[in-house]
Every structure is written in C-alpha cells, then in structure tokens.
C-alpha cells in the first residue's frame, strides 16, 4: 500500500514523542482505513515513539507492544523470535513495505529472524493482531506485522550516522534522497558489527535500502522499495543449552544474503474505482555449519551438519475497489505466490550408526493463491462493520475458505469498541515437507480461530489514551515430532497438537503538551495443550513495561524503558524441559542537540546490570552503552 511522501527537515530541539493522531492503516485489509474507525486489533508505533531511545535492532522497537512477547539468544548474533498472542513464531507474517520476510526452508517452520532486520530506513511499524487469512491467505494465521519504509523525499537531504560502543561495538549509516527528474528517491547504506557480548558470539551486517516513487499525475502512482542484507553471525545452536550448560563448546556459523524488492502501481481510473497492483520477489541464500548438540559429555542429541538453502518468492496481488458511497466501500482481488526451495548439504550420523555424510538435499517448489472479497461499510456515523473471506487453492491440499468479521462502535465520543472473529491457516513449511530425516509430504496445513473484544478511551487531543482488550485463540493440527514414532527412535514430523492461548492487552499513553511524556502496557497470557494440558514453551504468563520521556531543556532530554517478564517454561537438550526465571531490564538514552542538523547521543542497555536469561544457559548480555553522532542536512529544491 502506499504512504504519502515525508519531507524531512533538519534536527531541531528534541520533543517529546506524539503519535500521530489519525494515521491510515495499510496492513490487513484491502482497503487502506483510518486508524480512528479501524476495526482491527492494532498497535502503530511511529518513528517519533521509537526514536527518543536511538534503537539499533528490531526487538527493542517491539518490546512495548501489548500481546508481544520477543525472545533474543544471548547476544546480539543470537536468534530472534516472536510470540504473538502466544501463537508459534512462524504463524506471524513479517513484512517489509508488504513484501514477506518469513522463510519457509528455515528448521522453524516459516518464521522470520528478527536480529537480521535492519531498521535504518523503518517509518512506521503497524502490527495487527488476530488471524489474518481471509486477505492474506496461509501467510497470517495469527497476525501480521508491517514494517513500513520512509518514503521517497520531494526534497535533497543527506542523513550521516555514526555509532561505537562496548564489545566492539561500531555503526556507520549513510542515507540520501531527494528528486531526479519525476522521480523522489531515498537510499541507506549502513554496516553493522559487534563483538564478543556473550561468550563466543559475533555479528557483522552490511545492509542496502532503497525507496523510489514516480508521482506526476494525481490518478495513478508507481513505488519501487527493497532491500539487500548480507549477514555473518556466530553463536551456540538453538536448544545447546548456549555457553553456560552446553557439553560440546562449539559455535554454529550462520551466513546470510537477501535480497527483497516490490512494486506498487495504484491507479485511479474514476472518483469511485481504484486499481491497485502489487508484485514482490525475494531471494534468501544462507550457508550454515552446526557443530551438533551434545546431549551427555559423548552422546549426540543432534548431530553436526553443514549446509546451505535458497529460497526464492515471486508474489503478486491485484486488488480492485469501488466506492459505492462515501460510506459503502467494496473491494476484491486475487493473489498468487510462486516459491522454490533448495537445500544442499549432509550430517554426521555416524554416532547413530549411520553414514558421516548423510544427505540433507530437498528441493521443492509450490505455486498457490487465492481470490479475496471485502467490505468496508458505515451505516450510521458511529458504526463500522468489516466483513471479509477468501478461497486459497494450493498444490496437494484441499480448497480453503478463510472467513473474518470486524466491528467497530462508537459509545461515547471518546468511548470506542473494537471487536474480530476469524479463521486462518498456514501451508507446511518446505522444510517440513522436504527434510529427508523428518520431513513429511503428508502433513495438513495448521489451522487457526480466533476472536477478540476491546474498549479504547481516548480525550479529544489524544493527549491521554488507555485501552484493554480480551482474545482467545485455539490453534489445530500443530506440526511437530510423532511421539509413537519417537518411542521407536524415529523422526518424522506429524499433524499432532491443539493449543489454546487466551489472554488480556492493556496499554496506557499519556502524551501532554508539556515536556513529560509516559506510555505502559501489560499483558497476561494463557496457554495449554489440550491433548496434555502442559503449557507451550517460550510464553510468559506476565509480561510489561512502561516508556518514560522527559524534554530537560530545549536541547536535551532523557528517555528510558524497562521491561518486565515472568518465568516460562524452556527446552534444551542437555537439560530437556526446564523453567527459565523473570527478568526485569531498564535502558536509557541522553540526546544533546548542540546545533541545527546535529545530534549527539548516549545509550545504556540493560543498565542495571541486570543477570537474566532468556534463554535457559543463554545469558543476556551485561550492561552495554553506545555512543552516537547523527548530521541531518536537508534543503528545498
């Protein structure tokens, strides 16, 4: 979907974050709505929030947000998951300007690597939750997060940024944009790398952002975004019992290149008809050499392997809508997504009597799509309803429908509910398929049905706004190991599991005119396996914080952020099941603004040195600051 253009303008006296009160939200729908009459469960948080702490990784931008649980694996080079609503990693769609970030050959199902996004040119970030599929199709079972580029500028500006720190910590960022003939651009270029924070561990990223728009008539707009990392990390394997209860004191090697790109034409043929085409293709190449898990001093649990994977996605998606009335709005289309995945490689099973170079090649390619209606009707003033469904067809799997219904109601003038019910679904994973140890051609989809209930109180300038909301969510046909199969000492994959998660969403924001400002959330959670009643792993059931801002002089202010997470339950294979204890974590940051267009800036993380995992034998790094140099030069052509 498309934005409208930023101009930026050079750094003035730094102020208190204000959100901006009435954005359009372009995620989850066909058609782009305000976020005052949304009817969706959603969390926008805008570059002016964000900023005040200078982040330098997507989960520190994530971690305020009701109903969002993010994990890192010790240090920065460790992997990065996220929980929405208690659902599983892989059924979130992480998105960049639209375009899927999610990898279906990854050993997790689908899910995306936080630690591996960069944030440089990230505008706006839009996360909706509740299943998504009747637009998305298999790709948003439990929600969807849109990381929203900055857009091409109308005028020249040149951004520099310079950052250092502990563990050998250095940044450089150099952005610039501005008009070319009919066309607006804006362009980043950044390196990124850090040391030893926790033991053994490192991470270097180069990464390339470009935005580019063609705008000269008022019917029809033509955006070209995308994205170029190249990523080395090394750390201790995922479930190892990292640095602290590992038997076998080897790091996993992970080298990562991916390049993503989408085009947008959107086309306004009449004062009641819109077209809008959307095509992305992306590309992922990673090569990565697991030294194996020891699950006794001389017992492999999981035995080393050495191998690489191409994934590759072309998607395209044409959505038609026709404005009955200023009131009725109606809006339909397809979609239709090609991907192919590869991988090359072998294990070592030698220790369970088999070959050392036992092959690990599956090669898989699968096209499916599907058609989607929506409407956007508002009868009265101060009721919207949003009904919305779609047919996926897809190779080896029976059609599905997808349906969703949302509403919204206006109580009182600052009194408003919000309320969802859907189904969603989510194709096997290639290398779920695939894997020739543990893969399965067989498995069914997962399946989803969610709904929720929410009240948002906000005063006339939205200089105070406070919102609770309850949601239940049950998740069927659960992939993971056969347990029968596992008695025997076989591995194979297979449809197994009902989960429930349930649970209740507060935040709070109190953003006055003055120079204090204060943002809090708080989120409990419930899960269960209803074939055994155990709780799923990795979800706390408490989990909060609060953001404080404080504009100490027109050149100065303080912002801070601390976390709050209860205890959950873990698995690593030297220890099996375990429980991993709560934490609490406070950072803070100092911003100076010498002179127009220059920035200084101090960071602390962690800075009560707190001693926490997240997880168990993985522990969080120590206390950790950064410095930072930021010139902002912007002029009018």
């Known amino acids: ?26 995620t989850g729908t066909a058609n782009p709505t305000r ?25 520190s931008i994530l971690r305020q947000v009701p109903g969002l649980h993010i994990d890192e694996m010790g240090g920065r080079a460790g992997i990065s998951s996220l929980y929405l609503r ?51 199709g298999s790709e948003a079972m439990a929600g969807a997060i ?5 857009s091409a500028s109308t005028t020249p500006y040149l951004r520099v940024l310079g950052e250092g720190g502990r563990f050998d910590y250095l940044k450089g960022l150099v ?28 991470f270097s990223q180069t990464a390339v952002g470009w935005n580019v728009s063609l705008d000269t008539n008022p019917n029809w707009n033509i955006r070209w975004t995308g994205q170029f990392t190249d990523s080395a990390v090394r750390n201790f394997p995922e479930g190892s019992g990292g640095p602290k209860l590992a038997f076998l004191q080897e790091t996993e090697k992970r080298e990562t290149q991916e390049f993503l790109t989408g085009f947008t034409v959107s086309l306004h043929s009449s004062d009641t008809w819109q077209h809008q085409l959307f095509f992305s293709a992306s590309r992922r190449i990673q090569d990565i050499d697991n030294p194996g898990i020891l699950v006794s001093p001389t017992a492999f649990g999981l035995p080393p392997a050495t191998f690489d994977t191409r994934y590759d996605r072309l998607q395209s998606r044409l959505t038609e809508t026709w404005s009955i009335t200023p009131h009725w709005t109606f809006s339909f289309g397809g979609q239709v997504t090609h991907e192919r995945g590869n991988r090359n490689g072998t294990q070592d099973l030698s220790s369970f009597g088999g ?23 508002t009868p009265w003033e101060k009721f919207t309803l949003n009904p919305s469904a779609r047919l996926d067809l ?81 998740f069927r046909d659960l992939i993971d190991l056969d347990p029968d199969l596992l008695a025997q000492g076989m591995f194979q994959l297979t449809n197994l599991d009902t989960a429930i998660t349930k ?135």
């Not at 005040?52 to 990784?57: A, G, I, K």
């Open 1 to 26: 979907m498309l934005m409208e253009i930023v101009n930026l303008t050079p750094i003035q006296a730094e102020e208190p974050p204000v959100t901006t009160l009435d954005p359009i939200i372009v």
């Open 35 to 59: 976020r005052s009459h949304s009817t969706q469960s959603l969390t926008v948080i805008e570059r002016e929030e964000y900023m005040p702490l200078h982040p330098n990784r997507l989960p």
């Open 86 to 136: 208690g659902a599983d990693p892989n059924f979130t769609l992480i998105m960049l300007d639209g375009i899927p970030l999610n990898d279906a050959t990854n050993q997790r199902g689908g899910s995306a690597d936080l630690s591996t996004i960069p944030i440089d040119q990230i505008e706006r970030v839009e996360i909706i939750r509740g299943p998504l599929s009747a637009f998305y």
């Open 146 to 150: 849109n990381l929203i580029t900055q």
């Open 175 to 202: 952005q610039a944009g501005g008009s070319v003939g009919p066309f607006f651009t804006n362009f980043s270029l950044s390196h990124t790398k850090n040391g030893e924070q926790v033991e053994d561990d490192r």
């Open 355 to 377: 070959r050392p170079d036992e092959p690990l090649d599956f090669s898989l390619d699968r096209t499916f799509g599907g058609s989607f209606v929506e409407l956007a009707a």
């Open 394 to 474: 897809s190779q080896h799997t029976q059609p599905r429908v997808s349906p969703r219904i949302s509403a919204w109601y206006q109580l009182l003038p600052l009194l408003h509910f919000r309320g969802a019910y859907g189904k969603g679904f989510k194709l096997p994973g290639l290398s779920s398929l695939g894997d020739p140890l543990i893969g399965n051609p067989d498995l069914k989809p997962e399946t989803s049905t969610g709904w929720d209930l929410g009240v948002e109180y906000h005063t006339p300038q939205h200089e105070f706004t406070a919102s609770v909301a309850y949601f239940h969510n049950r």
């Open 503 to 637: 649970g209740w969403e507060f935040s709070l924001k109190l953003s006055p005119k003055g120079p204090v400002s204060l943002q809090a959330n708080l989120t409990y959670l419930t899960t269960r396996i209803t074939e055994t009643g155990d709780a799923l792993r990795n979800r706390p059931k408490w989990r909060g914080g609060f953001g404080l801002t404080v504009q100490v002089s027109p050149k100065v202010s303080l912002s801070s952020k601390v976390t709050v997470v209860s205890s959950r339950l873990d698995f690593q294979i030297p220890t099996q099941t375990t429980r991993v204890g709560g934490y609490t974590k406070a950072d803070a940051t100092i911003t100076y603004l010498p002179v127009p267009g220059w920035r200084w800036y101090a960071a602390l993380e962690n800075l009560s040195n707190a001693s926490y995992e997240e997880f168990r034998g993985f522990p969080a790094p120590p206390i950790t600051f950064r410095l930072g140099i930021e010139y902002l030069h912007s002029s009018t052509n």
